[in-house]
């Protein structure tokens, strides 16, 4: 039987602004709220070092994770993979506002290892 991989899952909780119909825990929140988040996110990886699970899967939902700057997403992404046991084919998904998709920022996401990048419907 071959080994069950987990997913680990990210929240990253800001938006634009909180639309009427989102029953998710976001926030707004400006440049140096989203960069403390971040710092608070990579001490809390810290704390699961030598978590049992090996993963397969790392996404990034929200909110809004488009809305961390490429550098964010870069260190929570070498974080995640220096913390945990992920295994060597592991795919990286990141949801994306479209407002937010830009060449460079696709080019960013990529080098970051952004494999995958989900639009919400709602975008449309």
Same mark, same amino acid.
């Given at each position: 039987?071959?080994?069950? =991989?987990?997913?680990?899952? =990210?929240?990253?909780?800001?938006?634009?602004?909180?639309?009427?119909?989102?029953?998710?825990?976001?926030?707004?929140?400006?440049?140096?709220?989203?960069?403390?988040?971040?710092?608070?996110?990579?001490?809390?990886?810290?704390?699961?070092?030598?978590?049992?699970?090996?993963?397969?899967?790392?996404?990034?939902?929200?909110?809004?994770?488009?809305?961390?700057?490429?550098?964010?997403?870069?260190?929570?992404?070498?974080?995640?993979?220096?913390?945990?046991?992920?295994?060597?084919?592991?795919?990286?998904?990141?949801?994306?506002?479209?407002?937010?998709?830009?060449?460079?920022?696709?080019?960013?996401?990529?080098?970051?290892?952004?494999?995958?990048?989900?639009?919400?419907?709602?975008?449309?």
């Amino acid at each position: 039987m071959s080994e069950r =991989l987990a997913g680990l899952y =990210l929240h990253v909780p800001f938006c634009a602004r909180i639309c009427p119909y989102c029953d998710f825990a976001v926030r707004t929140g400006d440049r140096a709220r989203r960069s403390r988040y971040v710092e608070h996110l990579l001490a809390e990886m810290a704390l699961y070092a030598g978590w049992p699970r090996r993963f397969d899967t790392l996404y990034f939902g929200g909110g809004t994770p488009s809305s961390l700057r490429v550098e964010e997403l870069e260190r929570i992404v070498e974080t995640a993979r220096a913390t945990f046991d992920f295994a060597g084919t592991a795919a990286v998904f990141l949801e994306a506002n479209p407002e937010d998709v830009t060449a460079d920022a696709a080019a960013g996401w990529r080098r970051a290892g952004v494999e995958t990048l989900s639009l919400g419907i709602q975008a449309l």
